[in-house]
């Protein structure tokens, strides 16, 4: 049983250039998330989905869009990479909606932008 | 505004010694409780967590947790410190809502260091 897999664990980026994290779960959980990690900052929550089709924004959206085509993935996208997007970045689920759910964490993405 | 708040950035203990982390939450009503610990370069793992009932919470790797109302606290606590405790701990609380939503806050963390 793989958990949450996150894909690419390193990148580096120049400033402009788009990508995409990965993250899929093989645990059937209804809920995903995304949160970026940076020193003394704790993690805060960009954006969420409660199942396939629906997405909603967190604490800090700007410069990131999602999208929830299945149960399984939720990829987080960079249009325009800035500087201030270098973080870790860790993807989360949990099989329950209603936040009484353990959620399962990545192993997290490093994201370098330059 | 809502917030929780950990007020230890760093804490250094003995192994052997007791530990206990701090947690401090502002909402409303009481919400759900959670602690979680992050080993270096790892994703999170769930300690413990409280809805309603008894105060004092069992978890795993022999932590508990008491939450206390009047103080609006939940602080993690561990009789005897092992050195592959030292990690970064998180409280976390999600707002009482009932029904749909899920925004779990995170609170900035406290790293532990253990002296052997």
């Known amino acids: 049983n793989a958990g949450v897999t996150q894909t690419p664990k390193f990148q580096v980026l120049k400033t402009g250039q788009s990508m995409t994290l990965q993250c899929a779960q093989d645990m059937n959980h209804e809920y995903m998330s995304w949160y970026r990690q940076d020193p003394g900052m704790g993690l805060r929550l960009i954006h969420y989905?409660?199942?396939?089709?629906?997405?909603d924004q967190g604490e800090v959206p700007n410069g990131y869009n999602v999208s929830r085509s299945t149960t399984e993935d939720f990829p987080l996208r960079l249009l325009s990479a800035a500087p201030s997007q270098t973080s870790v970045y860790f993807c989360?689920?949990?099989?329950?909606?209603?936040?009484?759910?353990?959620?399962?964490f990545g192993e997290g993405s490093r994201l370098t932008v330059l | 505004a809502q917030s929780v708040t950990q007020p230890d950035i760093h804490i250094t203990v003995s192994e052997g010694a007791s530990l206990e982390l701090r947690c401090n939450y502002s909402y409303g009503a009481t919400p759900y409780l959670f602690w979680y610990v992050q080993s270096p370069g790892q994703g999170l793992q769930l300690l413990l967590k409280y809805f309603s009932g008894d105060t004092l919470v069992q978890g795993i790797k022999g932590f508990e947790a008491e939450f206390k109302r009047s103080q609006s606290s939940f602080n993690l606590r561990k009789p005897s410190v092992h050195w592959s405790d030292a990690a970064e701990y998180f409280c976390?609380?999600?707002?009482?809502?009932?029904?749909?939503?899920?925004?779990?806050?995170f609170g900035k963390g406290t790293k532990l260091s253990v002296i052997p």
């Open positions: 989360a689920s949990s099989l329950q909606r209603g936040g009484k759910g353990e959620l399962f």
């Open positions: 976390a609380v999600v707002p009482y809502s009932g029904a749909g939503s899920y925004q779990l806050t």
């Open positions: 989905s409660v199942g396939a089709g629906i997405t």
